[in-house]
């Protein structure tokens, strides 16, 4: 059942996941916009607002707030201070303007691997911070050994700061120690977007990569997007996972299978938060109503359906 309405109030409109916008400047018409919103109180959806970087009309800043809404915003926004969500593009600029809401910062696997101690100072700035890879789908074996290793360095970062008392969150580490079952995008499921085209998609991703629009109250074989029409994702327990499903159509041709990169890097995460959570509980009591995560032996759940 749908409960969020994502609006991109322009094609310029800031990227918050693994897709890129189409940068032309197209603005959701405000006829568009208004009707968007009255979608919105006869669903009883939640409304998000995505960004871009520059101003908007002063007529838009007006509707915008007739409905509750979140903002997700570019960190440069003019209206920063406003935000919701910032979103950072890579690790060259992370001087927030506004701190104390979830930050996303978007950046290159290379240049998380170079350059991953830059994120250390916005643990204790943002109640939740996130990295997303524009580039996740290139991931190689080599990068999967130094992904290992530098989420194990990040860790110890995050130990310390446990066991001062602090609780950063971090989506690469600690999202699935605080998980006992899946937690997904669920595009398609409880989140759909409108775009500056005035029509709706299954998420941004899907309008700037030129798929067919959908109906949202009717989408085509809405089962595919479910978690229980997923054999290989409902029996998996790395709870954290996006389970992308542009990223699964993208690589596998399937929206409910994801590609093998998608399930190793969410694997070595899990396998991380698991050491982690066991380095935490060292210091004291912590999660108590949550199990210790299992030992596995893969990171590809495909490994053990081909046994």
Request: net charge negative; hydrophobic share 40%.
């Given at each position: 059942m749908l409960q969020y309405l994502?609006?991109?109030?322009?094609?310029?409109s800031v990227p918050f996941c693994h897709y890129e916008n189409k940068n032309t400047g197209n603005l959701l018409s405000l006829n568009g916009l208004k009707d968007a919103l009255r979608f919105s109180m006869l669903e009883?959806?939640?409304?998000?607002?995505?960004?871009?970087?520059?101003?908007?009309?002063?007529?838009y800043l007006s509707v915008i707030e007739e409905v509750e809404n979140v903002k997700i915003m570019p960190a440069n926004s003019p209206y920063a201070d406003k935000a919701d969500v910032l979103i950072f593009n890579g690790l060259s600029n992370l001087n927030p303007i506004k701190q104390g809401v979830p930050y996303v910062v978007r950046l290159y696997r290379e240049e998380f691997f170079a350059d991953y101690e830059k994120l250390i100072p916005l643990f204790e700035m943002t109640p939740h911070l996130s990295v997303v890879f524009k580039d996740l789908i290139k991931f190689n074996e080599n990068d999967f050994d130094k992904y290992k290793t530098v989420l194990e360095n990040l860790s110890k970062t995050i130990e310390t700061l446990y066991a001062s008392g602090k609780t950063p969150q971090f989506n690469l580490l600690t999202d699935r120690m605080y998980l006992d079952k899946m937690r997904n995008c669920e595009a398609g499921v409880k989140t759909i977007t409108l775009a500056p085209?005035?029509?709706?998609?299954?998420?941004?991703?899907?309008?700037?990569c030129g798929e067919k629009d959908v109906n949202p109250l009717g989408i085509k074989n809405p089962q595919l997007y479910k978690l229980d029409y997923a054999p290989i994702c409902r029996r998996?327990?790395?709870?954290?996972?996006?389970?992308?499903?542009?990223?699964?159509?993208?690589?596998?041709?399937?929206?409910?299978?994801p590609s093998y990169e998608q399930c190793v890097t969410a694997h070595i995460e899990r396998n991380a938060a698991k050491s982690l959570l066991a380095a935490i509980r060292k210091h004291g009591k912590f999660l108590p109503q949550m199990p210790d995560i299992a030992d596995i032996d893969y990171l590809d759940p495909f490994d053990k359906i081909k046994e």
């Open positions: 994502v609006i991109l109030l322009s094609d310029k009883n959806l939640s409304v998000q607002y995505v960004f871009p970087e520059g101003g908007l009309p002063a007529e085209d005035g029509k709706f998609y299954i998420c941004p991703a899907f309008y700037y998996c327990d790395a709870f954290h996972c996006k389970r992308c499903v542009w990223l699964n159509k993208l690589t596998t041709l399937e929206v409910n299978t």
